[in-house]
């Protein structure tokens, strides 16, 4: 089996990945964006409120499809070909029954929630599950192997034909059927790019040996992603039955706009960091500062968007989405510093993932769920408002479990941690702060202000970052310096 190219050295192949990895999220952020906004302002708060329980319970089943497995595919050092062909039918048995299982129960869900559509809508919806299985190994071999420049174009290429399948039917007047068949086709054209361009094939015969020797590792990350998965969807599933779709499909939205630039971000560095901590070995002073650095560019760049995001999320709704989803705004703004956070959670559960026998990722799970089921007990009966406020304490919990647990797998301190992102905080506050206060003073028109907000946050951020000398801001220079191949002639570039 063709495992990591020789040449080059691990670092330059994470850097290389991050690049390739960040230049297809950002490009396919952009691109879904796009499209998420045209379809917006086509359809209904209340047609995205009945995706939004079946986007959720879609979720929880990729999980279960998965079962861990890919990650063991990852992370597994005498990978063979009974490994690759067990998970690989492992995982098209369990999508398949998950798939009939669904049939049967969606007419009990659409009388639940008071959905109809639903019962229409899931089988063909719900096609997404055995269609995705039949990558899931494709795709973890591409990752093992840090072909990411190929899976960057992959994810791309099904993004763009996907979103204009969406546009062109939301155009057409197909409502709720744009997003369904756009997440389908999605799925289906990134499984027919996977199988041409891939090298791998099933062959051999089953081996339940195999899936027995990788279970316990996968089914204990399985039971993570799983709780976690599912606990995200918490708030879907319960404002589903107690407030009215649009609601529902306003609070999904808030929390979708608001992922799409953490969640790629993240996507992009913990699709290259775990298999790179993995290969790390047993020198804790690399892997520390490894940890360290890493932590420190993700919340240098991401910050400064989520608290941006939030400063201008009334003109942003106004100018681009118009009356319809302006309900949104209040969810939006309070979500947004929820990801704050989960940029750091991510990367200190991959350090849990590379570096633990997943043992502790159970127990720490169990913890944060018990947090987060006294969070939702108190704030779901009382508003939305409330369940917003509440996503926000879950995602600073999750942080602090997931750091100070990650913590006991290197040499990095909490003190050396808080020293590292402390001004980048400040910093960031100080960006959200001037933002608003311009916005204040602005009587002009939605769009303008929009556009003079956002100038404000990109020409404030980096020049307070070079006064105040952050350590983040000449790392970042740094590593485009390399990637574009400039010399630096000293640490200003």
Not at 80 to 108: G, H, Q, W
Not at 477 to 492: E, F, G, S, T
Request: hydrophobic letters at 55%.
């Amino acid at each position: 089996m063709t495992e990591f190219r020789k040449s080059g050295s691990l670092k330059d192949k994470v850097a290389r990945g991050v690049a390739w990895s960040v230049a297809e999220k950002v490009g396919s952020m952009l691109l879904q964006m796009a499209v998420s906004l045209i379809i917006l302002r086509l359809l209904t708060r209340e047609d995205f409120g009945i995706m939004a329980i079946l986007t959720a319970v879609s979720a929880v089943a990729l999980v279960l499809v998965d079962s861990g497995f890919s990650q063991m595919l990852i992370r597994k050092e005498d990978l063979d070909e009974r490994d690759c062909k067990s998970v690989f039918f492992f995982n098209i048995a369990v999508s398949l029954a998950l798939y009939l299982l669904f049939l049967l129960l969606t007419p009990v869900a659409a009388r639940y929630y008071e959905m109809p559509e639903l019962v229409e809508l899931a089988p063909i919806f719900f096609l997404l599950l055995p269609v995705n299985a039949l990558c899931s190994v494709q795709n973890a071999l591409f990752v093992r192997q840090f072909r990411f420049a190929l899976l960057s174009k992959i994810t791309f290429v099904s993004a763009l034909v996907s979103g204009l399948l969406a546009v062109g039917l939301a155009l057409a007047g197909a409502g709720v059927w744009s997003v369904v068949l756009q997440r389908l086709m999605q799925v289906v054209v990134r499984v027919a790019l996977l199988w041409r361009l891939g090298e791998w094939r099933p062959r051999g015969r089953f081996d339940g040996r195999a899936l027995r020797q990788m279970a316990p590792y996968s089914f204990s990350l399985m039971a993570t992603d799983l709780i976690t998965t599912f606990y995200n969807k918490i708030p879907q599933f319960a404002l589903g039955r107690l407030y009215p779709a649009d609601t529902l499909g306003a609070f999904d939205q808030a929390v979708k706009l608001k992922d799409q630039p953490v969640t790629s971000a993240m996507q992009a560095v913990q699709s290259v960091t775990f298999p790179a901590l993995s290969k790390l070995g047993n020198d804790p002073q690399k892997f520390a500062e490894s940890y360290r650095q890493v932590v420190m560019v993700v919340t240098y760049l991401l910050s400064p968007i989520m608290l941006g995001l939030s400063a201008v999320s009334r003109d942003l709704f106004a100018a681009l989405l118009g009356e319809e989803w302006m309900p949104t705004v209040p969810y939006f703004e309070v979500v947004c510093f929820a990801g704050l956070f989960y940029p750091i959670a991510m990367v200190a559960f991959n350090v849990l993932k590379a570096r633990s026998d997943g043992k502790i990722i159970v127990r720490i799970e169990l913890l944060k769920k018990i947090l987060m089921t006294l969070i939702f007990a108190f704030t779901i009966p009382f508003s939305v408002e409330a369940v917003v406020w509440g996503l926000v304490a879950i995602s600073f919990c999750e942080m602090v479990v997931n750091v100070g647990a990650s913590l006991r797998y290197t040499t990095l301190k909490w003190l050396s941690l808080l020293r590292t992102l402390l001004p980048i905080v400040a910093v960031s506050g100080a960006m959200y702060l001037s933002v608003c206060v311009v916005l204040q003073l602005l009587p002009f028109e939605a769009w303008l202000r929009l556009l003079i907000g956002v100038l404000t946050g990109v020409v404030c951020y980096p020049m307070l970052s070079a006064i105040f000398r952050l350590e983040a801001f000449h790392e970042v220079i740094a590593i485009l310096c390399k990637q574009l191949k400039i010399n630096k002639p000293d640490r200003n570039c």
